[in-house]
């Protein structure tokens, strides 16, 4: 949801700022901008478009020679159509202080009222622009810079990862956050601010997150947090563990294919140092605290949004089954608005790779402040999310900058898998030999993982065979029903092609009417205890000259072969571990199909990686 980076240094700071926003460029990309502070003067240029349409509207007309402070900023819309003129940066009337802004000011509709009576002309159809003429207008009354965003920032309702420059302050950025993130990398003589620690890794590992509430006042040699009150915070800087390679494609034609393809090596991170050699059983640290809440929970809710719920729809089967433990599933966007029930003891786990989806944020204050331990299964390490929660677990994927989720999602399923089997040993819900054999097999998924990857030729041949389909049916039971709906959702997000997700008995409660020679079927049909039953569906989709595709395992011949047009034998596994393995081919499908139809695999249309508002 937006990226911003701000730069403060010595160096030229525009190629420093696009290096950055091409960084954060999953966060949004419908238009970008910069603002540069030349001598007393600040030159902001912005587009519709990518970054590379920025690039291209700068040319070579010598922006980068002199300014060594600005920022810059890539857009998700969300207040005004993605044009040139509502790009970011947003000027004041006087072009003298200038905004960007990741966020949504809520009561920016009183605030424009307010600040048009007061002679204010609005130029763009941003909320954001409320901002900039408030700070302008507290500006003509203290004449001081820090003290106005301040007096502004106090006014606005909403949340906001924000930057501002002021010509008569020209050598100072004040960023200030509430809801949407902002890191300060602090390097030799040069401050970065940025979304994420991605666009600061290249030239500092040290950095410091902001939190909610704080802003900070970078200078020449010097920045200061405070609250956005004017209480001065004290924090240590904290270290970037992660490396540059991690975050670049690797030869890779795309990010989305670069971590389908790491998918052995996340799900490996995801589980090192947490099964125990010798006796197979499960330690997580960041639950060891909360081991007797999680003993006695009454009842466990998991909170997220699109994959994510997903995988906690999969975390529903495994605990319910492993821990005997009743789970409730909840979109957190729905969570948070219907009033929901919590009984003392009741846990919540909330899932997120990002650690910054808004409607996760909310659900998980919503929960707390009803009394619930909430712990989180985050992939970014200091994530608000990741901080907000009484305890956890990374998933440690590494880096995801594809939007569309891949290896998040099986680490989620990894790690939900780790932390079942860790609550059925606190309270002996499973016996320790059954224990054994789930993470034995466990550690057994990677190298399954790489003989699906060897698949891709197969696969791609299909995609092929469905370039031009305009709809297709997902269906599985049990454990992959939920991976059907992840497949269905990896279809239309990056291919445009309606797809849905159904478990596969219901299809004939009514999707069943969809179903001719031009309703492409995907099956998730591993050989488990529902097997028999799809095989069932399987033949009504045939009797009803529905072309079939089944993903299914080595060890099943026979009807899965007998009715399928089109089949991809993956290795055979345990029940409750299958999502991991049956997701893989549905991610390839759908990234070839993409390819072929000419998509931004990386960056599908109206999408953003790290959804900050509501
Ligand atoms: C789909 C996808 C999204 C995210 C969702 C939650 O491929 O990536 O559906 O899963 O926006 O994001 P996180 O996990 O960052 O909270």
Known sequence: MCGIVAYLGNKQALPLILSGLRKLEYRGYDSAGVALMFDNEIVVRKTAGKVSDLEALLGSNGYDKDANIGFGHTRWA?????????????????????????????????????????????????DTECLVHLIRSHYKNVMDFE???????????????????????????????????????????????AS???????????????????????????????????????????VITFDLEEIEKGGYEHFMLKEINEQPDSITNTMRGRIIKDNGLVKLGGLINVTEKLKYAPRIIISACGTAWHA???????????????????YASEFRYRNPVLYPNDIMFVISQSGETADTLAALKEAKSRGADVYGIVNVVGSTIARETHAGVYTHAGPE??????????????????????????????????????????????DKIKQILALNDQILEIARIFKFC????????????????????????????????????EMKHGPIALIDQNMPVIFIAPKDSTYEKIISNIREVKARKGVVITITDFDSDGPSEEYSDYIIKIPHTLEMLSPILTTIPLQMFAYHLAVLRGCNVDQPRNLAKSVTVE
């Not at 040139?84 to 966020?103: L, R, W």
């Not at 956005?228 to 240590?236: A, L, N, V």
């Not at 609550?423 to 990677?446: G, M, V, W």
């Open 470 to 505: 305009q709809h297709m049916l997902y269906l599985g039971r049990g454990y992959n029903f939920p991976v059907a709906l992840e497949g269905a959702l990896k279809l239309k997000e990056i291919s445009y092609i309606h797809a849905e997700g159904y478990p596969a008995a």
């Open 147 to 193: 003290t106005a965003v301040r007096l502004a920032l106090a006014e606005v309702d909403g949340t906001y990862g924000m930057c501002v420059l002021s010509k008569f302050e020209p050598d100072k950025i004040i960023a200030a956050r509430r809801g949407s993130p902002l890191v300060l990398g602090v390097g030799e003589d040069e401050y970065i601010i």
């Open 78 to 126: 969300t207040h005004g159509e993605p044009n040139d003129t509502n790009a970011h940066p947003v000027f004041d009337d006087n072009n003298e202080i200038v905004v960007i802004h990741n966020g949504i000011i809520e009561n920016y509709k009183v605030l424009k009222t307010r600040l048009e009576r007061e002679g204010y002309q609005f130029r763009t159809d941003t």
């Open 312 to 330: 906690g729809l999969v975390g529903e089967y495994m605990i319910e089954q492993m821990c005997k433990i009743p789970v409730e599933v909840e």
């Open 196 to 238: 994420d620690a991605t666009a600061i890794i290249p030239h500092t590992r040290q950095v410091l997150y902001l939190l909610d509430g704080e802003m900070v006042i970078v200078t020449r040699n010097k920045f200061e947090i405070k609250t956005i009150h004017d209480e001065k915070i004290e924090r240590e800087l904290e």
């Open 401 to 446: 900058i594809g939007v569309a989720s891949t290896k998040a999602f099986t680490s989620q399923l990894t790690g939900l898998a780790l932390i079942s089997l860790m609550i059925a040993q606190y309270r002996n819900s499973l016996p320790h030999d059954e224990i054994k054999k789930i993470t034995d097999e466990l550690l057994r998924i990677p």
